[in-house]
C-alpha cells in the first residue's frame, strides 16, 4: 500500500518513512512542495501526508491542486499550527485529517489505518485474491486455502505489487523502485533472494504454483500457473 509523504524536515521526514515502512507500508518521501504534487499527479497512492509549511508550494496550494485534478485519495495534514482557523482552512480544502506537532507516532499510526480503512471516495481496492491466495491489505494478512501466511514487511509489500498486477510480468527494475526504494543493481541478488523466500512460503506447500519467473524479463503471479 502507497503512502505519499511530504515532510521538509529532514529528520522528520526520515524519522516517519522509516517508521511508515517498518509497518509495511511503501512510502514516497518528498522535501517540498513542488516535488510532492508532482508525485501526488504522476504516481497511485492510497493516501497523503502533507506538512503545512513546505518549500516551493505549501501544504493548502498542494491539497488544492490535488482536488482540481480530481484525486480523491485521502490527506492528512501534518503542521505545528494549532490555530482553529488553520484546522477548518484544511478540512475546507478537503482534508480527510489533520494531526498537530507533536504527535506520538502511534497515533499517526493509529489515524493514517482509519484513513486507509475509510478508503478514498472511489473505494481503494482493500483485498486481492489470485486463485486460492487471498490477501487482504487493511488486516496485513495473507491466507491461501484456509492456511494464515506469516510474512516479513518487505515479503508482504513483494506480495501485495505482484497480485495488484496479476498477470503482468515486472521487471526487477520496477520490483526494486517499488519494494525496496532503490535503483535496480544488476549486481545485487537481493530480489531474487526475496521471491525465493516468498515462493516458499507461499507456493512450496502446495499443488499449484502462482509465482513464476520469465527468464530475463521478471516475475509475475497467474492464477492458471502450474509448474
Not at 492528512?76 to 482552512?89: E, G, P, S
Not at 497515533?107 to 485474491?129: H, I, M, P
Request: a negative charge; proline letters at 2%.
Amino acid at each position: 500500500m502507497r503512502i505519499l509523504l511530504v515532510e521538509d524536515e529532514p529528520k522528520s521526514g526520515d524519522y516517519l518513512k522509516q517508521g511508515l515502512t517498518e509497518a509495511g507500508f511503501n512510502v514516497d518521501l518528498a522535501r517540498d512542495g513542488v516535488d510532492g504534487l508532482h508525485l501526488a499527479l504522476t504516481e497511485n497512492y492510497e493516501l497523503a501526508i502533507l506538512d503545512v509549511m513546505l518549500p516551493g508550494k505549501d501544504g493548502w496550494a498542494v491539497l488544492g491542486d490535488i482536488r482540481r485534478a480530481g484525486k480523491d485519495m485521502p490527506v492528512m495534514f501534518l503542521t505545528a499550527r494549532d490555530a482553529v482557523d488553520d484546522r477548518v482552512k484544511g478540512l475546507e480544502l478537503g482534508a480527510d485529517d489533520y494531526l498537530v506537532k507533536p504527535f506520538a507516532f502511534s497515533e499517526l499510526l493509529a489515524r493514517v489505518r482509519t484513513l486507509l480503512r475509510r478508503g478514498s471516495k472511489s473505494s481503494t481496492t482493500e483485498t486481492f485474491q489470485v486463485a486460492d491466495l487471498e490477501l487482504d491489505l487493511l488486516r496485513r494478512r495473507v491466507v491461501r486455502a484456509g492456511h494464515r501466511i506469516d510474512l516479513t514487511s518487505k515479503e508482504f509489500a513483494l506480495l501485495e505489487l505482484l497480485m495488484r498486477r496479476q498477470g503482468e510480468v515486472l521487471p526487477r527494475s520496477l520490483i526494486a523502485s517499488q519494494v525496496w526504494d532503490m535503483n535496480f543493481d544488476s549486481d545485487t541478488n537481493v530480489i531474487e533472494v526475496a521471491i525465493r523466500r516468498l515462493r516458499a512460503k507461499v507456493d512450496d506447500a502446495f499443488e499449484c504454483k502462482l509465482i513464476r519467473t520469465v527468464r530475463g524479463m521478471g516475475y509475475v503471479i497467474e492464477a492458471d500457473t502450474a509448474l
